[in-house]
């Protein structure tokens, strides 16, 4: 069973579109909910950390969302950039503080 | 101000060898988190250890995986009598406190491919 479910799978826009990638997560109990960016043969980038009690963190074009009671983030990029391309992946950590990963969003953006 | 570093980027073993990855974590951090990123998958939690310690090794191999983190030197996940399927990405994170909220910084991976 998946805990972590990121829609779409893959997406391919323009470039200057805004766009919104979707993670919804079964557990309620969580810590905090992380947005990372892998390039390929990479590592992972951090990019925004929402704690438990916060609603939202903003970063430059970014801009992520918590709702705990759905079960739900969405990540939020505005004028998409083709720089932007890489995969986007939401982890959310546990007591433990050991990360529980979606399969992450392969987004390409076209000059 | 150096990251997290794993080495080697790319291990190549056959089958029935043993491979030893290491990751120095962050200056000033005591803990360290493995991840696995099968091909098509993925990053799934390994193991966590603070400095001599395993905190946590739910997302362990119950065979021919383990892992330390000695009091000085780097950690290691070392896999014995490797298979196909250990062929992955292995990625090693560190953070200054083991409390859920810090961040976790990722190293680059090793690559491992076996033969």
């Known amino acids: 069973k998946q805990e972590v479910t990121q829609i779409p799978a893959a997406l391919s826009v323009p470039e200057g579109e805004n766009l919104v990638l979707n993670c919804s997560f079964t557990d309620s109990a969580i810590y905090n909910l992380q947005w990372f960016r892998q390039d390929p043969g990479k590592g992972l980038t951090s990019l925004l950390l929402i704690q438990s009690s916060q609603r939202e963190q903003t970063s430059g074009r970014l801009n992520a969302s918590l709702d705990k009671s759905s079960g739900r983030s969405t990540l939020y990029i505005a004028a998409s950039q083709p720089g932007d391309s890489a995969t986007y992946l939401c982890a959310f950590s546990r007591n433990t503080g050991k990360l529980i990963f979606g399969q992450g969003t392969t987004l390409q953006v076209k000059p | 101000n150096a990251g997290v570093m794993q080495n080697p980027r790319h291990l190549v073993r056959r089958r029935g060898q043993e491979a030893r990855l290491r990751c120095s974590p962050m200056k000033g951090h005591s803990h360290v988190y493995w991840y696995r990123q099968l091909p098509e998958e993925g990053l799934k939690f390994m193991v966590y250890l603070q400095k001599e310690n395993i905190i946590d090794e739910s997302g362990m191999p119950k065979e021919r995986f383990s892992a330390e983190f000695p009091k000085e030197g780097p950690s290691i996940l070392r896999i014995q009598q490797v298979v196909r399927g250990d062929s992955a990405a292995y990625f090693c994170?560190?953070?200054?406190?083991?409390?859920?909220?810090?961040?976790?910084?990722f190293g680059d991976g090793t690559r491992l491919s076996i033969l």
């Open positions: 994170a560190s953070s200054d406190a083991g409390t859920p909220g810090e961040p976790q910084h």
